[in-house]
């Protein structure tokens, strides 16, 4: 079936450095992926949604020029997080939803932990 | 705006049904999933049920959902240890929209 790669799985880095999260859509088209972020014990919070050829839109409260977006092909979107802090540390998940089918269910990846020292 | 309830924990006993309970506020939501997270990992869709169906049986899993309530459980039949884990309720208007989820149901399946 239709997967989703995301990558690096983990990443430790110092305060900062940015980073960059790949979100691949394998097998599949995707117009629209989305970013979400979960912190320790709570659910996903979405932080932007990921248009090919166009800008992310963002969710309130979250800052895009801390957190930079490219959806530059239809089969992958970055996430950068920029000089990031010990506070951006959080689990960041993608998922992508087909291009032409809008009635598939979209598909996450299997997220990137990331760990500000 | 859009919410989606869960209680946060349920205890049972291994061979026992699991049922976790949902409910959400949009009633323009088309899809309804049901995630499982186990520790560290990521989101595995185990289900999904479209708004205009009342269930949805896959192996153990049955999906129940009654609309007029917004209201969606998830019963896992025979537990087993190996399904403890986070469950995560979610809803989204179409495919390509962004899914709104539950806080997540944290299962404990005693031996």
């Keep these: 079936g239709a997967v989703v790669s995301q990558h690096p799985s983990r990443v430790i880095c110092k305060s900062g450095t940015s980073v960059k999260i790949e979100c691949r859509s394998l097998d599949f088209q995707a117009t629209t992926m989305f970013w979400y972020r979960q912190f320790p014990k709570q659910s996903l919070m979405l932080m932007a949604t990921s248009n090919e050829g166009s800008k992310a839109t963002y969710e309130q409260g979250v800052e895009k020029d801390k957190f930079l977006i490219n959806h530059a092909s239809l089969t992958l979107s970055t996430l950068t997080v920029t000089s990031a802090h010990p506070e951006d540390s959080s689990f960041y998940i993608c998922s992508a939803s087909a291009y032409l089918n809008s009635n598939q269910p979209q598909h996450f990846g299997d997220g990137t932990r990331l760990s500000i020292l | ?111």
């Design chain 2, 1 to 111: 705006g859009e919410d989606v309830e869960q209680s946060l924990f349920l205890s049972v006993r291994e061979g026992d049904s699991s049922v976790i309970n949902c409910t959400y506020t949009d009633s323009s939501s088309t899809y309804l999933y049901w995630y499982k997270q186990e520790p560290g990992a990521g989101l595995q869709l185990l289900t999904y049920i479209f708004s205009n169906m009342d269930m949805k049986q896959d192996q153990r899993l049955t999906v129940l959902l009654n609309k007029k309530d917004k209201h969606l459980s998830l019963r896992i039949a025979d537990t087993q240890t190996g399904d403890s884990a986070i469950y995560f309720c979610a809803e989204s208007y179409s495919g390509n929209t962004p899914l709104v989820f539950g806080k997540g149901t944290r299962l404990s399946v005693i031996a």
